[in-house]
């Protein structure tokens, strides 16, 4: 490991650096009502941005929190934190929160999308950093209630202060991430792996494997409630598993058939065509190919964003599944 892949605890943070400065959060969905939370408890002076119209502006107020408009909580921060869905970031920079940053303000972001490619494109004389969790707001939380903490993920795009470093490293351990360790990176290494990753395994690779192996056993005739349960249900029991123990961990826990047809049959699945086309959903991320659609599609009032929702919805394992979960007690059935 070379000096850069050293992972950074609190002692490597000096929260001092932070002290005194107002810490402006933009946002109180996920992340934001975790990391405002977080900051508080950490003795830091938070205030919360939202939209006069948000719902969350109860739920932050109740948290004891002093609740601006995004433009006053933009200029009242010496640090502002930026998070809003990235889709909307760019919209929302412009119209609220750019004229709020002033010269040695550290503008911060939970994930590199809307600076990597050039939605925000912030002033010379800004620090510009990120902290990103690795891990869902209530997670960041409840971790941090606990004495614990989630690994964050941070990297500095500007420094015009020669503190911006010190600045994000302190804000990482002053949400709990000082506590498990933050790993070191780049906007660029962020953003693209985060999007391929989405992209290609967690959400979309496994979407379409978990599909196409649904629509396999019932277009051969087999009852779609079985289908449902060999191909949906169990995946859980085996990401959890691989959450805990790895690939090889999974493996000891399941029987020797099953071990046996995954070592011999999986890479049959998953081919070389499979690796190819990951390959060219890493180029278009790369590219910017894909960030240039998607704002274009947001710009546009995401209708083929919505109709592909629609139309997923209506497929045949959304009915099924609810009909199966509605038999498992311990599975929340409000959605
Ligand atoms: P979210 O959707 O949970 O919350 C977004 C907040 O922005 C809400 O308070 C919402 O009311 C507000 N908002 C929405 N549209 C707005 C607009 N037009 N103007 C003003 N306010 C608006 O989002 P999130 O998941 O907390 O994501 C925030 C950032 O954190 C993103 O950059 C995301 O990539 C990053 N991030 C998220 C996760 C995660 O697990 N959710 C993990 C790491 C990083
Ligand atoms: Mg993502
Ligand atoms: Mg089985």
């Known amino acids: 490991m070379t000096e850069d892949d050293k992972i950074l605890y609190d002692d490597d943070a000096d929260l001092d650096a932070l002290r005194g400065k107002t810490i402006a959060i933009l946002g109180y969905g996920s992340q934001g009502h975790a990391h405002a939370l977080n900051l ?127 600045l994000v490293l302190a804000y990482a351990s002053g949400i709990g991430g000082g506590r498990a360790g933050t790993i070191e990176t780049t906007f660029k290494d962020e953003t693209e792996t985060d999007l391929f990753g989405e992209q290609s395994v967690l959400c979309g690779g496994v979407t379409e494997l978990v599909r196409a192996g649904f629509e396999t056993l019932v277009e051969a005739g087999y009852d779609p409630r079985l289908a449902y349960f060999e191909t949906l249900h169990e995946l859980k029991l085996i990401v959890d598993l691989m959450y805990e123990k790895g690939i090889q961990g999974m493996r000891y826990s399941i029987s020797n058939t099953a071990e046996y047809g995954d070592m011999t049959r999986g890479n049959k699945v998953i081919g070389p065509e499979v690796r190819e086309a990951m390959k060219q959903v890493l180029a278009d991320i790369q590219s910017g190919e894909f960030a240039k659609e998607w704002i274009a599609e947001n710009r546009a009032g995401a209708e083929s964003f919505n109709r592909m929702r629609d139309e997923a919805t209506g497929h045949e394992i959304e009915r099924v599944g609810k009909d199966l979960r509605s038999m498992m007690p311990w599975i929340d059935q409000s959605f």
């Open 40 to 166: 508080k408890e950490s003795g830091f002076d938070v205030v919360v941005g939202l939209r006069a119209d948000s719902s969350s502006r109860a739920a932050a107020g109740a948290a004891g929190f002093e609740v601006l408009e995004i433009a006053d909580a933009a200029s009242r921060g010496d640090v502002v934190m930026v998070l809003l869905p990235d889709e909307k970031q760019g919209e929302v920079w412009a119209a609220e929160i750019r004229d709020g940053i002033a010269p040695g303000n550290l503008l911060m972001f939970g994930h590199g999308f809307a600076i990597h490619f050039d939605e925000i494109e912030p002033p010379a004389e800004v620090d510009v950093g990120m902290v990103a969790p690795k891990g869902p707001g209530h997670l960041v939380r409840r971790q941090y209630e606990e004495g614990k903490g989630v690994p964050c993920l941070m990297a500095v795009h500007a420094d015009a202060s020669g503190h911006a470093r010190e």
